[in-house]
Each structure stands twice: as C-alpha cells, then as structure tokens.
C-alpha cells in the first residue's frame, strides 16, 4: 500500500510540474504528451525536446529558445489552390506556381499577337482607302464601256471584267522590247498569284496597233507568253475609246505607207480591276516580279464588295476608311 501511495503522489506532483511547463510557454503549438512509463515523459512542441530522458523538464533559456524557433516559422510554398499531405508535406493537386519568367513569355507572346494583328489591320484598312480613293466617286477615274473582240473572234466588253479581279496592259506585237518584258513580268505574277496563293487573275493584253494586229495575230504572238492572256483587237476607233476611257496614251506615226514598218508610242501601265469592274491600281515599272505580286496580293485580300463597303461606311468607325 505504502509502494503504490507513493507512486501516485510522484505521478501527481511530476503531471503538475508538466502543467505549469504549459502555462509557462503560452503558445498555441501542437503538444504530443507520450506516457514511455511512469519513470519517463517527453513532451514534445514542433520536434523540440522540453523533457530530458530523467523526467526532468528544461526550462529558463531552452524554453525561450524554442519559443523563438517558433516565432521564426518559415513562409509557405503552398500555391493557392493547393493541398498539402501531412505524412509526406509535399504539394498535391494541379495548382501552377506562378513564375516570372512564365510571366515574361505570356507577355511577349500575346504583345506579339496583338501587334501582328493590329499591323496587319492597319495596312488592309489602308489598301482598302487607296482602293476606294481611286475607285472615285461619280464617274470613274479609271475604266468606262468599250467593245472589242478577242484572239478568237468573239465579243469582249467591260462586261467581261465582272466576277473576277483582272489585269489589263495596252501595247503591240511589233514592240521589239518593253512589251515582251512586260508580259514575262506579267507571266511571273500570273504564276505566284496562282501557285503560291490560290489567287486567279484574269489577264488581257489590249492593242494600241490594230492596223497590224489582227485576231491571228495576236493568238500567236500571245503563244510565246502566259497561256492565260487574253488578246484583244478591233477597230481603230474601238481601240482608241478603249484606249480613252483607261487614260491611255497611244500615238501612229503620221503618213505610213502599207507595209512600212514603225513603232507606235504608248502608255506602260498594268491596270488592276477588281470583281466590280472597278479600277483599283496601276502598276508602272518600278513594280519587279515580287513588288507586283506583294501589291496585288494586298488589293485582292482587301477587296470588300460594293454592300459591304456601304454597310462599313454607316458605322461608327467609318473614318477610318475615308
């Protein structure tokens, strides 16, 4: 009786030693309190041993020393949004930590977006303005009716120009070299348009010599060129309003005999059309075999028809158009 009397008054007297232990921290850290045997405790607060192997409690500096290294928590790695597993500590879930180098690349990337977009709407809406200045309003600057006939015999108007984005160019077959290195120029544009953007031109070669260039004529000088272009003739008359209603300069020698041979002084422009039969540019020689093509390639992806051209003029940003 004496032997567990006294056991249970050291078991009191060493859980009240541990209380005040307690009440002395004063910190709300997570205590496990494990019962080895009724000869040993530990108490332990975030792995920091506060009771020695004896029984005995640390107090005094150890005490302060462990209220310190709590204070001193590191900060948390966990990203919104995450979870943590208590056995492992490790970070589950499918949060993403932010970066700033992933900050970085975000920006260049939608930075470069937005400036490919807005660089590339800027140069269709000015197309589409240079487009619509030489369209002209009333009577047409460029391009009126005119009758012809082609390589073939049959009738070809500005009817024919409908439906379709075409390229006109006024010369003659006798040209002994701006004419021919025109119409490879030509050849070249037809041939990228084609292959490398899916874009159909129709070309027409109208001559400012129809004294010489007769349907037959014309059919087989066109052989040594572009399959695709059209050869146009008639009469001097017809030739000369074709000529007139597209600005075009053309000039005879005065006084030629039959048979004589002569040069015949013209105007060196390519005359672009769009669908509408609606002059849109003229290309001079300064344009080579990429310059042309990059200029027309612009004109055709720009083209809006004649409907929407009027819905886009009744918006709000139709300033941007004049």
Same mark, same amino acid.
Not at 44 to 60: P, Q, V, Y
Not at 138 to 153: E, T
């Given at each position: ?39 040993? $405790? ?8 506060? !009771? ?43 949060? /993403? ?10 920006? $260049? ?7 490919? +977009? ?8 000015? &197309? ?38 075409? $390229?006109?160019?006024?010369?003659? &077959?006798?040209?002994?070299?701006? !004419? ?7 050849? $070249? ?17 109208? &001559? !400012? ?7 037959? *004529? ?10 695709? /272009? ?17 600005? *075009? ?20 422009? +390519? ?8 002059? *849109? ?6 344009? #080579?075999?990429?310059?042309? *093509?990059?200029?027309?390639? #612009?004109? !055709? ?22």
């Amino acid at each position: 009786m004496l032997r567990i009397a006294g056991a249970r008054s050291i078991r009191g007297g060493f859980s009240r030693s541990v209380y005040s232990c307690l009440n002395a921290i004063k910190t709300e850290s997570h205590l496990e309190i494990r019962s080895a045997s009724w000869n040993r $405790i530990r108490l332990l607060s975030n792995g920091a041993r506060l !009771c020695d192997e004896k029984g005995s409690i640390n107090t005094g500096k150890e005490l302060s020393d462990v209220v310190e290294k709590k204070k001193k928590k590191p900060l948390s790695r966990i990203p919104i949004g995450g979870s943590v597993d208590a056995s492992s500590q490790k970070l589950t879930g499918n949060s /993403i930590e932010f970066a700033t180098w992933k900050a970085a690349v975000l920006i $260049i990337a939608v930075g470069g977006g937005l400036y490919y +977009f807005f660089s590339r709407e800027k140069k269709r809406l000015e &197309t589409m303005r240079e487009a619509e200045a030489n369209r002209g309003y009333g009577r047409p600057v460029v391009g009126g009716p005119f009758k012809l006939i082609d390589f073939n015999g049959n009738e070809f108007t500005e009817k024919n120009l409908l439906g379709k984005f075409s $390229i006109l160019y006024f010369g003659f &077959t006798h040209c002994p070299d701006i !004419c021919p290195d025109e119409l490879d120029k030509l050849g $070249i544009w037809l041939e990228d348009l084609k292959q490398k953007h899916g874009i159909s031109l129709q070309p027409v070669f109208i &001559t !400012c010599d129809p004294a010489r260039d007769s349907p037959a *004529v014309l059919k087989k000088y066109l052989e040594d060129f572009h399959p695709d /272009i059209i050869g146009l003739t008639g009469t001097y008359d017809e030739v000369k309003s074709a000529c007139k209603q597209y600005r *075009v300069y053309f000039s005879t020698p005065p006084s030629v005999k039959p048979g004589q041979d002569y040069l015949v002084d013209h105007s060196i422009f +390519f005359y672009l059309m769009d669908p509408e039969g609606n002059f *849109v540019e003229a290309l001079g020689r300064n344009y #080579d075999e990429k310059t042309g *093509v990059d200029k027309i390639l #612009d004109y !055709c992806k720009s083209y809006t028809p004649k409907e929407e051209r009027e819905k886009m003029n009744e918006k709000w940003y139709s300033f941007l158009l004049k």
